[in-house]
């Protein structure tokens, strides 16, 4: 794991000596917007128009931000419009690589063999973390965006004139229930977790663990009441949750030792979670073995021996019973 200092990659992991040990996510630095007619979005430069077959995916299998974009990517059917390629599990120091692997589709776009140069081909001098995903504009050889939360909106809306699949996963009547939710979602879980797990002294693990199950038992609550979390139909809010659940208890519980309870102790996050799996097109995005090869062999600070545990066996296509709510 590294980072970009004017365009020069160090092996450096994450410093968090400066702050108490707590691990603080960087904001991601190009945030420029596909739209359906390239005008600019709320953020960023105009020009970076809807088109079929220019812009291509980076992402990795294993990352609950790039998994988001992957689910949206299919729920829209918009395989053919963006095309993907997957790095390798493992992370070490060069960063994301597409050396061969288990399921790697190599960087047939750039033909390059580490993710960092494709930010160095976007801007020479970029300084910062080399994160997937990265969403690339073929036409002008640059980054259009590398924050999920905004990739998914585009993928959401923009290529609707030109053949996307029906749906909404952010409908302006539900969008500041969304918002909210997500405003919960992501510090306490989705990056809960990572506090948890990446925390290098008791006091910010403790902190972090103890935020996280306090908002998964709301979770648990609010869907004893309704189907998902903004009401009766799947939101984008859902889709940014999955990705974290679908996770937790093969990773997060032993090596982010987040293990309170598990997803399966708790039965309304638990039948949820594998309604979800089960929406067509959402399973051929999940790989667990990934999921685990990247965390328990990559973070060798926290798993020194890389040996990567052969449970816990979980069946996400078990009966979810969530059709009373
Ligand atoms: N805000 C970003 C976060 C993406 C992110 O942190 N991805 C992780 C993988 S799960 C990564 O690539 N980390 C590499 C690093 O920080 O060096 C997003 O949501 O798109």
Redesign the pocket.
């Known amino acids: 794991?590294?980072?970009l200092v004017e365009g020069q990659w160090h092996t450096d992991w994450?410093d968090t000596k400066a702050t108490n040990g707590r691990f603080k996510?960087?904001?991601?630095s190009f945030r420029h917007w596909v739209t359906k007619d390239g005008s600019a979005g709320p953020t960023g430069d105009a020009g970076f128009k809807a088109e079929k077959d220019r812009y291509h995916l980076y992402v990795?299998l294993?990352?609950?931000?790039?998994h988001?974009?992957l689910i949206i990517r299919s729920l829209k059917g918009l395989e053919d419009f963006i095309s993907v390629s997957v790095v390798n599990a493992y992370?070490a120091d060069e960063?994301?690589t597409f050396n061969a692997g288990n399921e790697v589709v190599a960087d047939f776009i750039n033909h390059k063999q580490r993710?960092h140069e494709i930010y160095t081909l976007a801007k020479p001098d970029y300084t910062g973390?080399?994160?997937?995903?990265v969403l690339w504009d073929k036409k002008h050889n640059t980054i259009v965006?590398?924050?999920?939360?905004?990739?998914i909106r585009m993928f959401n809306s923009a290529f609707d004139d030109l053949g996307a699949k029906e749906g909404d996963f952010y409908p302006k009547a539900l969008r500041s229930n969304i918002d909210a939710v997500n405003e919960f979602v992501y510090p306490n879980i989705n990056n809960g977790v990572?506090r948890a797990g990446f925390a290098t002294t008791p006091e910010a693990y403790e902190e972090a663990v103890t935020e996280l199950f306090e908002a998964l038992d709301s979770v648990e609550n609010i869907l004893s009441k309704q189907r998902y979390l903004t009401g009766p139909s799947i939101t984008e809010a859902d889709w940014r949750l999955f990705t974290t659940l679908v996770r937790f208890d093969a990773v997060y519980v032993g090596h982010f030792k987040c293990n309170i309870r598990r997803i399966v102790d708790y039965p309304n996050i638990w039948g949820y979670l594998k309604e979800l799996y089960q929406v067509e097109g959402v399973a051929a995005t999940v790989s667990i073995p990934n999921i685990k090869e990247?965390y328990y062999a990559s973070h060798d600070m926290i798993n020194p021996t890389r040996i990567i545990p052969v449970g816990p066996m979980l069946d996400f296509t078990e009966p979810h019973g969530r059709d009373a709510l």
């Open positions: 794991m590294g980072l994450y996510r960087k904001d991601s990795s294993a990352c609950p931000w790039a988001r974009t992370m960063g994301w993710l973390r080399v994160t997937v995903p965006s590398n924050e999920s939360s905004e990739i990572y990247h």
